[in-house]
């Protein structure tokens, strides 16, 4: 054979067996940590070319699926550990008859969180306690004892607006006008009890000197008493 006729074979037989060798090639693999909690299924997923993945656990206490288990994704297994710590599980695939790399990476599986405790209840407000358990010692039925209680709601309800205005200036002139409101509301008998626990929070606030003036600060803790006089006295 001649020396021309040789070099097309060569040629041919070159580009011919290159694809083979290309598809003979290692395939990439790629692999990251994950992290789980004790008892969950826990999805491990390489990034390849080739078809299928291999799986193995290098330490006790973390499960893998077995290789017969199939998963739509043939890139994809799953484990599940019995206890927490960090699990090496090492993962390969092949195209043909040649290997990928073997890729390393860590599963990291940490305690279940324990619920939060529950938190203890809220104290109930002192001060509601006190008008409920005043509103229930009240002599007469409970449908009269309710309006009488909300109309005393709307009084607060006034006061607060009253203060807030600042239409009164001093100690006397905020009770002069709370006295002689009263007893245009509500029967002298009306739910008394509940009237007196109401008198001795205002009194708590205002004090016993008439002259004394209503400063910025005792107009606010006056305003929100009030306020939440109204609220606790506006019955359903």
Request: charged letters at 25%; aromatic letters at 4%.
């Amino acid at each position: 054979m001649s020396r021309k006729t040789l070099l097309p074979l060569v040629l041919v037989a070159t580009t011919t067996c290159l694809p083979l060798f290309a598809q003979d090639a290692a395939p990439p693999l790629k692999a990251a940590d994950v992290r789980a909690t004790v008892g969950d299924w826990i999805v491990l997923r390489a990034a390849t070319e080739g078809r299928f993945v291999r799986w193995k656990s290098l330490d006790r206490g973390l499960r893998l699926a077995p290789p017969e288990l199939t998963l739509r994704d043939p890139h994809t297994t799953l484990a599940t550990a019995s206890r927490p710590g960090k699990y090496r599980v090492v993962c390969v695939t092949a195209r043909g008859d040649v290997p990928s790399e073997i890729v390393e990476f860590l599963v990291i599986v940490e305690a279940e969180t324990p619920e939060p405790e529950p938190k203890p209840p809220e104290p109930a407000d002192p001060l509601a306690r006190k008008i409920r358990e005043a509103l229930q010692a009240d002599p007469g039925d409970s449908a009269k004892k309710r309006e009488h209680a909300n109309t005393l709601a709307g009084f607060y309800a006034a006061m607060a607006r009253h203060v807030a205005t600042r239409q009164v200036a001093t100690i006397g002139e905020l009770l002069s006008d709370y006295r002689s409101a009263i007893p245009a509301l509500l029967p002298e008998d009306a739910i008394p009890a509940t009237r007196k626990v109401c008198g001795e929070e205002v009194a708590r606030i205002t004090g016993a000197d008439p002259a004394k003036p209503i400063d910025a600060d005792l107009q606010s803790k006056l305003v929100d008493l009030f306020k939440r006089l109204a609220n606790l006295l506006d019955l359903p």
